[in-house]
């Protein structure tokens, strides 16, 4: 009887809410929630050995030239930004060879063999601006992400974009090898620097 | 009576808890000044620019950043107006670049060294003079897996106008 009069009394659980509110805006200040998010590239190693580059002929390659004032000149031609992507895929894909059995190109003797050889080379000059150049190498590989894209939905009938990383590795790594991504880089020009 | 009234007076109080959102304040201000965020003091303004095909960065703690732009407002009395580059927490030079990588890779461990990103995260109107430079300096330290830092496009069409 007497043992639970004398019981502790409640602790007073009233501030429990501030405590967690202060965890709250704690970790809620702390944590950077913006993941970064970019275009991946990889740079050439720099050559010590001058060697010759194997040749290249050049209906495989797709020259991309972009001047100090932002403007595009593909294949000797000006493009706008916009065209440039449906111009990129129609070399990619050409299939010129008739090696390649997935392409639906057509096959025109002036552009390229097959996707395997077909090279894109980029150049810019010095005055080129950032922006631009970003929109280019976004136009370049959505080129190459859009030929995928048509690539497994017509072997796999699955969406490349959606598909799992880790769960497709093996469908990915096809998709890929179908469709090679080779972008180029010249060094750039100092015309209009 | 009295034998009962004596053991209630025996009860514990309630403790007393009107302190505790002091107590609470105090610490939060207290993790507020004391926390050192690692986020940058960004000196150069970068308004990056938009794309739609990228990818996350995985794993933070092997990215490096690359900053380049024009100095902010209240650097622009002392340095310029003309891009630079911002290496941490300062200003840098060109010739800072590869002393830079090669530094940050010694933090990294033997295996985690190939799988480091240098994050290049310039302002869109930066011309590209100097990101090659800075392409050339990477590469010199061999660093060679870069990313160019982009904000999602919300409207692709939208990329294709000349105002991006």
């Known amino acids: ?193 | 009576m009295a034998v009962i009234k004596k053991k209630k007076d025996k009860a514990l109080p309630a403790v007393n808890t009107s302190a505790l959102p002091d107590i609470v304040f105090m610490l939060l201000f207290f993790f507020m000044v004391a926390t050192v965020m690692r986020e940058v003091d960004l000196k150069v303004s970068v308004n990056k620019p938009q794309a739609t095909e990228i990818q996350k960065l995985e794993r933070k703690s092997l990215v490096t950043y690359i900053y380049a732009g024009s100095p902010r407002q209240k650097y622009q009395d002392k340095f310029g107006k003309t891009p630079r580059i911002q290496l941490n927490d300062a200003f840098a030079s060109l010739d800072d670049v590869q002393p830079f990588v090669i530094q940050e890779r010694e933090t990294k461990t033997e295996e985690e060294r190939p799988m480091m990103t240098m994050s290049i995260k310039a302002d869109k109107t930066v011309k590209m003079g100097l990101i090659s430079d800075i392409k050339l300096e990477l590469r010199k330290a061999q660093a060679y897996k870069i990313n160019y830092s982009s904000n999602p496009a919300k409207d692709a069409q939208a990329l294709y106008t000349a105002d991006y």
Do not use: H, W
Request: hydrophobic residues 35%; aromatic residues 8%; contains cysteine.
């Open chain 1, 1 to 193: 009887m007497a043992r639970n009069k004398r019981a502790i009394p409640e602790i007073n659980a009233g501030s429990m809410a501030d405590i967690a509110f202060l965890l709250l805006i704690f970790y809620l200040v702390t944590t950077t929630m913006d993941t970064d998010k970019g275009i991946n590239r990889k740079l050439p190693p720099i050559d010590e050995l001058t060697e010759e580059p194997p040749p290249i002929k050049e209906r495989n390659i797709f020259t991309v030239l972009v001047n100090s004032n932002d403007q595009l000149l593909v294949e000797d031609e000006y493009l706008e930004i916009s065209e440039l992507r449906a111009k990129a895929m129609e070399f990619i894909d050409n299939n010129g060879d008739g090696s390649c059995t997935y392409c639906k190109g057509y096959g025109i003797s002036s552009s390229s063999d097959n996707p395997v050889k077909a090279v894109i080379s980029l150049q810019n000059d010095r005055g080129t601006s950032y922006g631009m150049y970003v929109k280019v190498q976004n136009e370049l590989v959505a080129a190459y992400e859009d030929l995928r894209e048509i690539y497994a939905e017509n072997e796999y009938g699955r969406s490349y974009r959606s598909m799992d990383p880790e769960e497709d590795e093996e469908i990915i790594k096809e998709v890929k090898n179908a469709y090679q991504q080779k972008i180029s880089e010249a060094e750039p020009l100092n015309i209009g620097g």
